[in-house]
């Protein structure tokens, strides 16, 4: 099995190797599963081509790396103003989402299954105040996929960066802002020494699902028991996963405002109103050019649509009764 | 195993069997969980009791069902004005909770795994409009737990009805009102046909957790690989039951809007607010009277408190920005 994500990854790398671990034991050492982190065996972002090619038989990752190839597994991952992760989980397991993915991966003998979920992430970190659409025009920021893409219509400049080089960027000024994941993660690499403003709600990613992917034969080949142990397994994680991600982002959301004094500061209404316009364009744009990125997207927005509607008067009615 | 539910419930007694099966075939037949609903074996309220004993193995219920017995289970199951479902498996899984759940069940020789979660429910089916606090003076509604004291404490009645008996009930003008669960539920029981009004939000059970409880002894005899698929399955279905409550809400709360045109209506703020006032006072009361409720009580507040930190800016402000 080989991942996308760098050893020892907290929650990412590290639900995969526990993921692992339970196969291994429910089976009773029937069904052993090597980990490899991303780069180890191949380059983090050639896992979907290995398990495609059958080099291995499984893979971890998030489907948004694989756009290139299929457009539309981006809403297996993360869609800017897309769903959270009760709404996604619910498409995915119980609303026909699943049914979707596995169609989008049929071509490439791959199999899918959500196997984690990252909560809404943060908007990121920045060294300009966001007061108005303006303030957009001419930023650089690290920011990769439909959310680079949404930016730039906004008169940014998104730059891809790996992980390891961007407080350094953000630290010489060769970007003005980044996002990443989420205050545990953030907290981690220490971006709060980098730049003044840490920006919410994050979203360019408000829920991202993670995956596993099963390399067509190799699935097929696998005994019924142990295929059923491998997707409780990974059902299972994805509820780790998530459960995780909100109980350490509570404690490093914590610890950066009340130890680092961290500016934690709301996009404007404004702001977060014209990238959601803009995102409705840059969809529109890919659902123009991939007759598959059409379908999928007619159905993410339909369920959505139907979601808001009981969200507003379940989660959402309940969370202004809290406050 | 047995559990409190009827037989062939959707979802809740559904969701059981699917375990059953799953564990079955994951285990290659090794663990074979024979199910049966409320009252074919044992009847629903003494689940409990029964796995206690070591009459059967394994059940699956709510936690608040044996309040008489554990008053600070309640808190492994619903709470009004406490966490949703996101914030209830993160204290389960990553904040401690399952750790005191554990510590609350010892003295009985049962071990509980969080397995189930219904999301935020609905506030219920009224004949009277609610428009202020005064409106739930006299008010005689099916109610039960730490809600019903709650509405006694507003003035109401609290009345325990079972849940064959409420539609009677309704319809008869025996009660003014119901809660029951969510929309999918409400619309199967029929409730549109009983009462003029669909309140929300669920203020007393916004995020229901499920549990399985098993035999401290029999636990304690599986070989580890069992142990790990019973464990691993019950987190699945966990994750199953939530994604499966949404995308059936979502469905229904359509129908009853379109098909049945039901008037749903938000509860009045200052009635929610008088509500959460009275909660207060009502857990500050079961904590003066039980020490474990009392510990179990501030570990609770404690981590929705620091929940509540970081869901402003993570799903609730992005929920706004959705808006």
């Known amino acids: 099995m080989v991942t996308t994500w760098p050893p020892n990854f907290p929650i990412f790398q590290e639900g995969v190797v526990q993921f692992a671990k339970d196969i291994e034991l429910m089976s009773g050492g029937r069904l052993k599963v090597k980990v490899y982190a ?22 971890h990752g998030a489907a948004y790396y694989w756009a290139g190839k299929v457009p539309a597994a981006q809403f297996m991952s993360a ?17 026909g989402g699943l049914e979707l993915w596995r169609e989008l991966y049929k071509p490439f003998n791959v199999v899918p299954f959500p196997a984690g979920n990252s909560g809404v992430q943060m908007g990121g970190w920045f060294n300009k105040k966001i007061e108005s659409v303006e303030d ?32 350094t960027a953000l630290e010489r000024g060769t970007i003005d802002a980044t996002e990443w994941v989420g205050p545990f993660h953030d907290n981690r690499l220490g971006l ?34 142990l295929q059923k142990i491998v997707e409780v397994a990974a059902r299972s ?25 961290v500016k934690v500061l709301a996009f404007p209404p404004s702001v977060l109103k014209e990238l959601k316009r803009l995102t409705q364009v840059a969809l529109d744009e890919e659902a123009a050019k991939d007759a598959s990125f059409k379908k999928v997207y007619e159905a993410y927005k339909q369920f959505q649509a139907d979601h808001a509607a009981w969200n507003a008067i379940s989660d959402d009615a309940y969370s202004k009764a809290l406050q």
Chains 1, 2 share one sequence.
């Open 38 to 59: 991303g780069g180890q065996l191949v380059p983090p972002l050639q896992a979907f081509e290995a398990v495609s090619q059958g080099t291995v038989q499984m893979g």
């Open 192 to 225: 709060y020494r980098a730049a003044k403003y840490y920006y919410y709600p994050g979203w360019h990613e408000p829920g991202t699902a993670l995956e596993l992917i099963v390399n067509g034969k190799a699935w097929a080949q696998l005994p019924e028991d």
């Open 136 to 167: 957009l025009k001419g930023l650089k920021m690290r920011i990769p996929g439909l959310g680079g893409k949404v930016l730039a219509k906004a008169g940014g400049t998104p730059i891809l960066l790996a992980g390891g080089e961007i407080y």
């Open 237 to 261: 994680i994805n509820q780790w996963t998530l459960s995780k991600f909100e109980a350490l982002n509570i404690k490093a959301l914590r610890e950066l405002k009340e130890e680092h004094h």
């Open 79 to 95: 869609v800017p103003f897309g769903m959270t992760a009760k709404g996604v989980n619910a498409w995915f397991y119980s609303g």
